[in-house]
Each structure stands twice: as C-alpha cells, then as structure tokens.
C-alpha cells in the first residue's frame, strides 16, 4: 500500500525558501505523476503543481513564478521549493499521489488518490 | 482559469437525511477531469469521486456523483454521523472549489 511522507522544516524566515520533500513509500515513483497542494489556517485547499516521473511539470499559474517541484527517481522522492515566501505562504502542505484511469476512446481520468498526512510550514521571523 | 464555485458554503442536516452539494465551474469542464474529496478536521482530504460520477475505492455507494459542462453535484443518499465534513470539488490540475461543510443540525 502506497504511503506519502513529507518532511521539511516547520519554520521558514520571509524571503527565504520554503523546501519540502515527500517520499514514496511501498511502491514506485515511477509511471505516475505526483502533486503538491496546500491549505492555509482555516481556509480551503490550493492546487499548486504536478510532475511526472519523468520530469514534466505544470504548476498553478498564481504561485508558477516562485514554484519549482523536481523529482528523484532513485530515491522515490519528489520536493517542492517555493521562494520568496510571505506570511501568506504559511499553510499546511500536502503532497499527493495522481492516478491516471484509462477509460476508452483516448480518455483518461485524473484525480489525487493517495495523500500525504501534510506538514505545517510557518513563515515568519 | 476555471473558477469552481461551490454551493451552499454551509449545509445544516440530520443524520438520515439527503444531502445535495453543488459544484459550478466558470466553464465548460471534462467530466474526466472533475473530482470531490472530503476533509475532516486535522486530516488530510480523501478522494471520493472521480470522473464526476465513479466512486473511488472503499467508497460507500451512499455517495454518488453526477453532472457535465459546467454543473456538477455530490448527493449523500443517508448521511451518517461520520460524513459530517468539509467537501470539495477540483478540476485535475486547477482549482478546487471553495469548499462545502456539512454540520449536523
């Protein structure tokens, strides 16, 4: 049974950069695309990237100029950094795994079936 | 950008009751591509619904879900006292919807 994990620090200082990571575990990184969101105190949930195994990625186009999510294969783990981080950055981190269901006539689902338990990331001096 | 707007933000039941969730886009959205989760407090969302209408594994089949282009709704047929949570809907690499929370009434 696939299990996420995130990991990285709890605090991080204004300006500098948010980096977190989330290993895979119980099965491949391989073939699948990987996801990051997040959700700030008492508020909703915002997508903020994907990548695949093999590299490609797609971020949300709000946060794309300060986003990057890399992945490493031979460790099962993909990371996110963020930079330039404000207050509003403060927020609960998610990473997610994304199955792809091939359905027929060229078409494909895509929805985020295993999630990480998330970790807090606070911004502040 | 695709905007997902979920309606009502607060829906007040009983156990037993039906519960009807909307969840409307700016435009037209693949039905493949819509999905719901459910929150609860301190945990992270589960996945519930994809491709708007198949019920994820594990899934109780007194959720279901249903819509096309821009209207898209979760129904609870019998709401039991564990599916009082927050839910929302998303569009496979966009936004989520603001978020639905079911309390009990």
């Known amino acids: 049974q696939v299990q996420l994990q995130e990991s990285g620090p709890g605090l991080v200082k204004p300006s500098e950069t948010l980096s977190l990571t989330c290993t895979v575990s119980?099965?491949?990184?391989?073939?699948?695309?990987w996801s990051w969101i997040r959700q700030p105190p008492g508020k909703g949930l915002e997508w903020i990237g994907y990548?695949?195994?093999?590299?490609?990625?797609n971020y949300n186009p709000s946060l794309k100029s300060r986003v990057t999510i890399s992945v490493d294969t031979s460790k099962n783990q993909f990371s996110l950094k963020l930079s330039s981080v404000t207050a509003a950055d403060t927020a609960v981190y998610y990473c997610?795994?994304?199955?792809?269901?091939?359905?027929?006539?060229?078409?494909?689902?895509?929805?985020?079936?295993?999630w990480g338990k998330g970790t807090t990331v606070t911004v502040s001096s | 950008e695709i905007v997902l707007t979920q309606s009502p933000g607060t829906l007040s039941l009983s156990p037993g009751e039906r519960a009807t969730l909307s969840c409307r886009a700016s435009?037209?959205?693949?039905?493949?591509?819509l999905a719901w989760y459910q929150q609860k407090p301190g945990q992270a969302p589960r996945l519930l619904i994809y491709?708007?209408?198949s019920r994820a594994t594990g899934i109780p089949d007194r959720f279901s879900g249903s819509g096309s282009g821009t209207d898209f709704t979760l129904t609870i047929s019998r709401l039991e006292p564990e599916d009082f949570a927050v839910y929302y809907c998303?569009?496979?690499?966009?936004?989520f919807g603001q978020g639905t929370k079911l309390e009990i009434k």
């Open positions: 997610a795994r994304v199955a792809t269901h091939y359905y027929g006539s060229g078409g494909y689902y895509y929805y985020m079936d295993v």
């Open positions: 119980g099965g491949s990184i391989s073939s699948y695309y």
């Open positions: 990548i695949y195994y093999s590299g490609s990625t």
């Open positions: 435009q037209s959205v693949s039905s493949s591509y």
């Open positions: 491709g708007a209408s």
């Open positions: 998303q569009q496979w690499a966009g936004t």
